[in-house]
């Protein structure tokens, strides 16, 4: 994929005094020189900036989660430069992954711990943090979860909707600058949707910036500033 086009820019009276994050250039292959290399962006270029919310539309395979994935420094490019605050993130990569919080599309997939509260506050620990049962309750209640409910549960023996959201509460606990979320409303029920809707407005209001991989962009319309289609 050579590029890719917005199909919507709201005007948003920001300048690149605030930019976040920029994509340069980038291309990604996987299995390189593989009989079954697979080439998904070829000088591909992106920009972030802080409060804006960035939706990612696209079919199935057309590199959502792989962008995504580029973008929270979980895969690193083939060629290509991405600047944090103007910074290559890849030259301290664990500085720039404490702006970032990244949820899968599967939560299942993010949970290794064997009880919520330690799940949730398993990043806010690995950067640091002295307060981790603020944390913890500050973003269970985020995403309306009853913290004493959940504290000793087991993340996997949750609900579909239940995952999603403590997904969520895991990657907000450490404060990121940045939420990628991949498909972010799976599993949800219509009240559990609002809820997250409710929240990612809070969260652009705040200043903050997230960039969200959807096939119902229609949903998160009135808080986007830029659809990119890939």
């Known amino acids: 994929m050579a590029g890719a086009f917005f199909v919507y ?132 209640k985020l995403v309306k979860l009853d913290a004493d409910y959940y504290r000793e549960r087991i993340p996997y023996s949750l609900s579909g909707g239940e995952k999603r959201k403590i997904g969520i509460a895991s990657i907000i606990a450490h404060d990121p600058e940045i939420l990628v979320l991949d498909e972010p409303l799976v599993s949800l029920d219509f009240p559990s949707r609002k809820e997250i809707i409710s929240f990612l407005e809070k969260w652009k209001a705040a200043g903050k910036a997230a960039v969200i991989a959807t096939h119902k962009k229609e949903i998160f319309s009135h808080i986007a500033d830029k659809v990119l289609s890939l």
Do not use: C, H
């Open 9 to 140: 820019n709201r005007e948003t009276g920001r300048g690149n005094e605030n930019l976040l994050i920029e994509l340069k250039n980038i291309s990604f292959v996987y299995s390189p020189g593989a009989p079954f290399e697979k080439r998904v962006f070829q000088d591909f270029n992106l920009a972030v900036s802080s409060g804006e919310v960035l939706l990612v539309t696209g079919d199935n395979g057309s590199g959502k989660t792989t962008l995504l994935q580029i973008i929270a420094l979980v895969l690193k490019p083939t060629s290509g430069r991405i600047l944090f605050d103007g910074e290559d993130a890849w030259k301290n990569p664990r500085r720039w992954r404490k702006k970032i919080g990244f949820s899968f599309q599967f939560p299942e997939n993010q949970f290794f711990n064997l009880t919520v509260y330690d799940e949730i506050t398993y990043a806010s620990k690995n950067f640091g943090s002295t307060n981790l049962e603020k944390a913890y309750v500050n973003s269970m």
